[in-house]
Structure formats: structure tokens, C-alpha cells
Nanobody, 125 residues
Framework: QVHLVESGVGLVQAGGPLKLSCAAS????????VGWFRQVPRVEREFVVT????????YYADAVKGRFSITRDSAANTVYLLMNSLKPDDTGVYYC??????????????????WGQGTQVTVSS
């Protein structure tokens, strides 16, 4: 079982950047597909981006395409979410999630077995 820890709690002004990290307890973290989701109160958790295991195919939600970037550092067992041109609508608790499944894109919460505790991102206007 892999344990995920997000970091990068941030309060940032609109238009600014922020980088989140998702560190895994598992040495073979590259064997997991990883996704980022976000959530605001009273709204379902929303898909942001995913990266597949092994070859690292990526898929972004339309709302963040062109502004967010997901990368892996396999040596550090960490996945990063670099967020640029942030908007107030990007505010929420950001969660990373992981699955051992071997498909390309996982965009639904039920497709992930492992979740981090979440980290708050607040974008002020």
C-alpha cells in the first residue's frame, strides 16, 4: 500500500504560479498512474490532470490545459503539479491519487485506490 503526502500549501495572487508535490512512500512510484483532483465545499471532487505509469502519458482537464503541468521525478518518488496563470476558480483542496492499473488515463475518483490528505490552494483576486 502506498502512502501519499501532498505539499505546497499556498496563498497566491491571481496570475501567479504555484507548485504542488505528491511524495510517495513507495520506491516504485513510477509503476503507478497518478492523478490530481481538487475540491471545493459542497462540490464533487474534480479531475485536474493524470499521468500514466511507465511512459508518462498525460491528460488534462480543459479548465487547466495550457496552464498546469504534471511531471514525475522517479528518483525522488514524487509527482509535481506546476500551476501557472492561476485564477480564483482554481481555489480548492488539491489531492493526489494513485492506482496500479495499467491504462492510459484515469479521470474518475473511483479509479484510484490511494489518496493523499489534500493541500489547500487559495488564489486571491
Amino acid at each position: 500500500q502506498v502512502h501519499l503526502v501532498e505539499s505546497g500549501v499556498g496563498l497566491v495572487q491571481a496570475g501567479g504560479p504555484l507548485k504542488l508535490s505528491c511524495a510517495a512512500s513507495e520506491r516504485a512510484f513510477s509503476a503507478y498512474a497518478v492523478g490530481w483532483f481538487r475540491q471545493v465545499p459542497r462540490v464533487e471532487r474534480e479531475f485536474v490532470v493524470t499521468v500514466s505509469r511507465s511512459v508518462g502519458l498525460t491528460y488534462y482537464a480543459d479548465a487547466v490545459k495550457g496552464r498546469f503541468s504534471i511531471t514525475r521525478d522517479s528518483a525522488a518518488n514524487t509527482v509535481y503539479l506546476l500551476m501557472n496563470s492561476l485564477k480564483p476558480d482554481d481555489t480548492g483542496v488539491y489531492y493526489c491519487a494513485a492506482t496500479l492499473d495499467a491504462g492510459s488515463y484515469y479521470t474518475y475518483t473511483f479509479e484510484y485506490e490511494y489518496w493523499g490528505q489534500g493541500t489547500q490552494v487559495t488564489v486571491s483576486s
